[in-house]
Protein backbone atom coordinates (compact mmCIF):
# COMPACT_ATOMS: atom_id res chain seq x y z
CA UNK A 1 0.00 0.00 0.00
CA UNK A 2 1.00 3.32 -1.53
CA UNK A 3 2.59 5.59 1.75
CA UNK A 4 2.77 9.08 1.51
CA UNK A 5 4.68 11.08 3.94
CA UNK A 6 5.20 15.65 3.66
CA UNK A 7 8.35 17.22 5.86
CA UNK A 8 7.60 19.68 7.56
CA UNK A 9 4.08 19.29 8.91
CA UNK A 10 4.13 23.28 9.32
CA UNK A 11 6.57 25.86 8.34
CA UNK A 12 7.18 29.97 9.51
CA UNK A 13 9.30 31.95 7.18
CA UNK A 14 9.51 35.91 6.63
CA UNK A 15 8.85 37.10 3.33
CA UNK A 16 11.42 36.56 0.66
CA UNK A 17 12.71 33.67 1.73
CA UNK A 18 13.83 30.46 -0.56
CA UNK A 19 12.09 27.04 0.79
CA UNK A 20 11.55 23.36 0.20
CA UNK A 21 8.88 21.64 1.43
CA UNK A 22 9.98 17.64 1.16
CA UNK A 23 7.53 15.01 0.10
CA UNK A 24 8.34 10.95 -0.08
CA UNK A 25 6.79 7.87 -0.81
CA UNK A 26 7.03 4.10 -0.32
CA UNK A 27 6.10 2.32 -3.24
CA UNK A 28 8.50 3.90 -6.35
CA UNK A 29 5.97 2.20 -9.07
CA UNK A 30 4.29 5.54 -9.60
CA UNK A 31 2.67 7.10 -12.72
CA UNK A 32 3.00 10.73 -11.83
CA UNK A 33 3.15 13.03 -8.92
CA UNK A 34 1.24 16.19 -8.56
CA UNK A 35 1.39 19.07 -6.22
CA UNK A 36 -1.36 21.37 -4.81
CA UNK A 37 -2.19 24.20 -2.89
CA UNK A 38 -5.04 24.20 -0.48
CA UNK A 39 -6.01 27.51 1.03
CA UNK A 40 -8.53 27.95 4.33
CA UNK A 41 -11.78 25.94 3.02
CA UNK A 42 -11.06 25.97 -0.44
CA UNK A 43 -10.61 23.27 -3.17
CA UNK A 44 -7.04 22.04 -4.21
CA UNK A 45 -5.37 23.55 -6.96
CA UNK A 46 -3.07 22.08 -9.28
CA UNK A 47 0.74 23.76 -9.02
CA UNK A 48 2.81 21.05 -10.82
CA UNK A 49 2.37 17.31 -12.06
CA UNK A 50 5.62 15.74 -12.84
CA UNK A 51 5.51 12.18 -14.93
CA UNK A 52 7.14 9.56 -13.75
CA UNK A 53 9.46 9.82 -16.71
CA UNK A 54 10.44 13.55 -15.93
CA UNK A 55 12.89 14.56 -13.43
CA UNK A 56 11.25 18.25 -12.81
CA UNK A 57 8.79 20.98 -13.51
CA UNK A 58 8.86 24.30 -13.35
CA UNK A 59 5.84 26.89 -13.01
CA UNK A 60 6.73 30.94 -12.67
CA UNK A 61 8.58 30.73 -8.67
CA UNK A 62 7.57 26.81 -8.22
CA UNK A 63 9.79 23.98 -8.99
CA UNK A 64 9.02 20.53 -8.32
CA UNK A 65 12.05 17.84 -8.42
CA UNK A 66 11.27 13.81 -9.01
CA UNK A 67 13.42 11.20 -7.76
CA UNK A 68 11.38 7.80 -8.32
CA UNK A 69 14.35 5.59 -7.43
CA UNK A 70 14.40 6.63 -3.98
CA UNK A 71 10.85 7.88 -3.40
CA UNK A 72 11.26 11.81 -2.88
CA UNK A 73 9.80 14.72 -4.25
CA UNK A 74 10.68 18.23 -3.51
CA UNK A 75 8.50 21.63 -4.02
CA UNK A 76 11.22 24.68 -3.99
CA UNK A 77 9.59 28.03 -3.84
CA UNK A 78 11.74 31.05 -4.69
CA UNK A 79 11.62 34.09 -3.18
CA UNK A 80 8.37 33.56 -0.93
CA UNK A 81 5.51 36.15 -1.07
CA UNK A 82 2.49 36.02 2.40
CA UNK A 83 0.35 34.94 -0.37
CA UNK A 84 2.13 31.76 -0.70
CA UNK A 85 0.21 31.12 2.71
CA UNK A 86 -1.24 27.82 2.10
CA UNK A 87 -1.25 24.15 2.96
CA UNK A 88 0.64 22.09 0.21
CA UNK A 89 -0.49 18.78 -0.66
CA UNK A 90 1.26 16.13 -2.64
CA UNK A 91 -0.07 13.43 -4.27
CA UNK A 92 1.25 10.28 -6.32
CA UNK A 93 -0.66 8.27 -9.07
CA UNK A 94 0.02 4.66 -8.45
CA UNK A 95 -2.48 3.65 -10.82
CA UNK A 96 -5.97 3.55 -12.09
CA UNK A 97 -7.71 5.17 -9.04
CA UNK A 98 -5.14 5.38 -6.88
CA UNK A 99 -4.18 8.78 -5.67
CA UNK A 100 -2.59 9.32 -2.54
CA UNK A 101 -1.89 12.08 -0.98
CA UNK A 102 0.10 13.27 1.95
CA UNK A 103 -0.99 15.38 5.27
CA UNK A 104 0.29 18.20 3.78
CA UNK A 105 2.84 21.06 4.65
CA UNK A 106 1.01 24.37 6.51
CA UNK A 107 3.39 27.52 5.07
CA UNK A 108 3.20 30.67 6.98
CA UNK A 109 4.83 33.49 5.21
CA UNK A 110 4.83 36.32 7.21
CA UNK A 111 5.51 40.10 5.86
CA UNK B 1 -11.58 23.57 -20.95
CA UNK B 2 -12.81 21.53 -18.59
CA UNK B 3 -14.72 22.82 -15.13
CA UNK B 4 -16.27 21.06 -12.15
CA UNK B 5 -18.23 22.11 -10.46
CA UNK B 6 -19.32 21.56 -6.54
CA UNK B 7 -22.42 22.34 -4.26
CA UNK B 8 -23.55 22.92 -1.76
CA UNK B 9 -20.63 25.25 -1.06
CA UNK B 10 -21.81 24.81 3.17
CA UNK B 11 -24.24 22.25 4.72
CA UNK B 12 -25.59 21.63 8.35
CA UNK B 13 -27.80 18.60 8.70
CA UNK B 14 -29.29 17.28 11.54
CA UNK B 15 -28.38 13.74 12.37
CA UNK B 16 -30.29 11.12 11.07
CA UNK B 17 -31.16 13.79 8.19
CA UNK B 18 -30.73 12.31 4.39
CA UNK B 19 -28.09 13.65 2.22
CA UNK B 20 -27.27 15.07 -1.54
CA UNK B 21 -24.39 16.44 -2.93
CA UNK B 22 -23.56 16.96 -6.73
CA UNK B 23 -20.43 17.52 -8.59
CA UNK B 24 -21.03 17.97 -12.69
CA UNK B 25 -18.21 18.20 -15.04
CA UNK B 26 -17.95 19.91 -18.24
CA UNK B 27 -15.95 20.37 -21.35
CA UNK B 28 -14.45 16.68 -21.57
CA UNK B 29 -16.87 13.48 -21.83
CA UNK B 30 -16.34 10.03 -20.08
CA UNK B 31 -13.97 11.08 -17.41
CA UNK B 32 -13.20 9.50 -13.74
CA UNK B 33 -14.99 10.98 -11.31
CA UNK B 34 -14.20 10.84 -7.44
CA UNK B 35 -15.24 11.26 -3.86
CA UNK B 36 -12.99 12.66 -1.33
CA UNK B 37 -13.26 13.11 2.18
CA UNK B 38 -11.12 15.77 4.21
CA UNK B 39 -11.21 15.10 7.90
CA UNK B 40 -8.93 17.54 10.13
CA UNK B 41 -5.60 16.02 10.88
CA UNK B 42 -6.35 12.80 8.53
CA UNK B 43 -5.99 13.87 5.45
CA UNK B 44 -7.52 13.39 2.17
CA UNK B 45 -9.55 9.78 1.84
CA UNK B 46 -10.71 8.39 -1.13
CA UNK B 47 -14.34 7.55 -0.47
CA UNK B 48 -15.56 6.39 -4.13
CA UNK B 49 -14.63 6.35 -7.91
CA UNK B 50 -16.51 6.22 -10.86
CA UNK B 51 -15.28 5.06 -14.44
CA UNK B 52 -18.14 5.39 -16.08
CA UNK B 53 -21.97 5.46 -15.97
CA UNK B 54 -23.59 3.26 -13.47
CA UNK B 55 -20.06 1.87 -12.47
CA UNK B 56 -18.95 2.90 -8.83
CA UNK B 57 -16.53 1.42 -6.52
CA UNK B 58 -16.42 1.95 -2.69
CA UNK B 59 -12.72 2.47 -0.94
CA UNK B 60 -14.03 2.90 2.42
CA UNK B 61 -17.11 0.74 4.00
CA UNK B 62 -19.09 4.05 5.35
CA UNK B 63 -22.59 5.52 5.70
CA UNK B 64 -22.28 7.08 1.95
CA UNK B 65 -23.08 5.88 -1.14
CA UNK B 66 -22.17 7.40 -4.84
CA UNK B 67 -24.15 6.95 -8.20
CA UNK B 68 -23.02 8.32 -11.56
CA UNK B 69 -26.46 8.94 -13.21
CA UNK B 70 -25.13 10.46 -16.44
CA UNK B 71 -21.36 10.92 -17.67
CA UNK B 72 -20.59 13.37 -16.45
CA UNK B 73 -22.47 14.09 -12.90
CA UNK B 74 -21.76 12.28 -9.60
CA UNK B 75 -23.61 12.37 -6.55
CA UNK B 76 -22.11 11.39 -2.76
CA UNK B 77 -25.71 10.48 -0.91
CA UNK B 78 -26.74 9.25 2.07
CA UNK B 79 -29.94 7.97 3.69
CA UNK B 80 -28.85 8.71 7.57
CA UNK B 81 -26.25 11.33 8.65
CA UNK B 82 -23.54 10.51 11.36
CA UNK B 83 -21.54 13.00 13.60
CA UNK B 84 -19.19 11.39 12.06
CA UNK B 85 -20.06 11.96 8.49
CA UNK B 86 -19.22 15.68 9.07
CA UNK B 87 -16.12 17.05 6.99
CA UNK B 88 -14.83 18.35 3.65
CA UNK B 89 -15.90 16.43 0.94
CA UNK B 90 -14.42 17.21 -2.31
CA UNK B 91 -14.83 15.79 -5.93
CA UNK B 92 -12.42 15.53 -8.37
CA UNK B 93 -12.22 14.23 -12.28
CA UNK B 94 -8.89 13.17 -14.03
CA UNK B 95 -9.00 11.66 -17.95
CA UNK B 96 -10.38 7.88 -18.27
CA UNK B 97 -7.95 5.43 -17.89
CA UNK B 98 -8.85 2.26 -20.59
CA UNK B 99 -7.26 -1.01 -18.98
CA UNK B 100 -4.37 -1.83 -21.11
CA UNK B 101 -3.74 1.86 -21.57
CA UNK B 102 -2.80 2.93 -18.20
CA UNK B 103 -0.04 5.07 -19.44
CA UNK B 104 -2.04 7.26 -20.70
CA UNK B 105 -4.39 8.43 -18.11
CA UNK B 106 -0.78 8.91 -16.34
CA UNK B 107 0.13 11.69 -18.59
CA UNK B 108 -2.93 13.76 -17.02
CA UNK B 109 -3.52 14.73 -12.96
CA UNK B 110 -6.38 15.10 -11.26
CA UNK B 111 -8.56 18.50 -11.16
CA UNK B 112 -10.34 19.61 -7.84
CA UNK B 113 -13.89 20.87 -7.23
CA UNK B 114 -14.37 23.71 -4.85
CA UNK B 115 -15.68 21.34 -1.70
CA UNK B 116 -18.70 20.74 0.46
CA UNK B 117 -18.27 21.37 4.06
CA UNK B 118 -20.65 19.30 5.82
CA UNK B 119 -21.78 19.70 9.59
CA UNK B 120 -23.70 17.47 11.31
CA UNK B 121 -24.99 18.73 14.13
Known amino acids: KQEVTQIPAALSVPEGENLVLNCSFTDSAIYNLQWFRQDPGKGLTSLLL?????REQTSGRLNASLDKSSGRSTLYIAASQPGDSATYLC??????????FGKGTMLLVSP | SQTIHQWPATLVQPVGSPLSLECTVE??????LYWYRQAAGRGLQLLFY??????ISSEVPQNLSASRPQDRQFILSSKKLLLSDSGFYLC????????????????????FGSGTRLTVV
Open chain 1, 50 to 54: IQSSQ
Open chain 2, 27 to 32: GTSNPN
Open chain 2, 92 to 111: AWSVSWDRGRQTKGGLYGYT
Open chain 2, 50 to 55: SVGIGQ
Open chain 1, 91 to 100: AVNSGYSTLT
